[in-house]
Structures are given as C-alpha cells and as structure tokens.
C-alpha cells in the first residue's frame, strides 16, 4: 500500500470511529450519543406525511419530526429498527393502539405509524420501557429522578400537542421541537406538561 492510500485508509477509519457510537458504552449512553449526533445534521422540522421505503425507511436526516430522533438514534446507537419493530407490534395488536381513535385508521402503515409520539409511547409501555406515566398533569420538568443518559421523555407540550426527546444528561434532552434537532436544558418544559418517562429494557 503506498502513503496515498494508507493515509486515505487511515482517515476513513477516523471518520468511522466519529460518526459511529462506541461499542463501549452502555446502550443508554449510545442512544444518547446518537441523538446529539443529529444536532446540526437535522436542521429543520417537517410533519407531512411521505411514503418511506421498508424496513429501515426514513426521510432526509436535514429534516423530519420528534419522533425521527428516537428513530435515528434507536438505528444508529442500538442497530435497533422502531419501523420495523413497531409496524410488526402493531400488525399482530393493532387495537391495542390509538391509531383508530385517534387518527381514524384501520390498518397498520409502515411509513407513518413509528413517528407518531402516541403510537411510540404504546410501543414503549408494551414492550416494558415505562419508568414513570403522569397520573395527573405534572410541569414538564418535572419527571421523578433519577433520570438516566438515554432515557426517552415524553411531553404534551402546551397540554395538548405529544412531543418525545432523549435525555443527553439528567438535565439536558435532545428533541426537535420546529427547528431541527437540538439539545435544550430540561426545565425549559416547565411550562408544559411532563406525561411519561421510558427506558429501553437493555438501556440500564
């Protein structure tokens, strides 16, 4: 191998090493390193529906909605594909969602169903994720510790619209709330309402 190729073998394996999570870090640290990954790459929000390929369908990374950052950071930290895993949750318990009541739909969709903060929190509380759901409205800042990197949170925000984000520190969540993703201090939700805090089985 002459030094031309050596150096551009030698780079590679840097880029790789950055843009990859650490194998050695617990689950919970690596789906927090994937969010913050997306902080930058993700700049904008964009709600409408598109129809994604699957399994592992997404739209462009300079875009997408809350939910798009626990997608990308459950695939990019975890190897862990939510469209898939949900879409299949869902065909076999398709009622046990609120897809109908809430959407009025009668059939599983692929391309829809993982990034819609409601069906994420069924999925979530299904599978044994729940750490803490309000019982009654709660300031959004307010979750009971302790609360762990890589935790996934859940808001109303204006107590009525579902937002979702991954917890970086116990004090800092990455979330894209209009802007694109982004990393915010926790009790800037105080004036919202605080609904669910999960954690990944394998997340601890």
């Not at 997608?71 to 009622?95: C, N, P, T, W, Y």
């Not at 959407?103 to 044994?128: C, K, M």
Request: proline fraction near 7%; charge should be positive; include cysteine.
């Amino acid at each position: 191998m002459n030094r031309r190729s050596f150096l551009v073998a030698i780079a590679g394996v840097s880029l790789d090493a950055r843009s990859s999570p650490s194998p050695s870090r617990t689950p919970g640290e690596r789906l927090a390193e994937a969010a913050r990954a997306q902080v930058g790459v993700t700049t904008s929000y964009d709600p409408r529906y598109t129809r994604l390929s699957y399994p592992g369908g997404d739209v462009n990374r300079s875009t997408g909605v809350c939910a798009d950052v626990i997608i990308r950071a459950f695939r990019d930290g975890l190897h862990l594909d939510l469209q898939k895993l949900v879409h299949e949750e869902m065909s076999r318990h398709f009622d046990a969602y609120p897809s109908r009541r809430v959407w009025g739909v009668h059939a599983p969709d692929a391309s829809i169903d993982h990034r819609r903060v409601l069906n994420l929190q069924t999925y979530f509380e299904r599978e044994g994720a729940t750490v803490w759901k309000a019982a009654i409205p709660t300031p959004g800042d307010k979750f009971p510790k302790p609360l762990a990197v890589g935790d996934i949170v859940t808001w109303l925000l204006d107590a009525r619209l579902p937002h979702i984000g991954i917890l970086v520190s116990p004090s800092l969540v990455v979330h894209n709330i209009g802007r694109g993703t982004e990393e915010s201090a926790l009790d800037e939700f105080s004036p919202h309402r605080a609904v669910a805090h999960y954690r990944w089985p394998s997340a601890i």
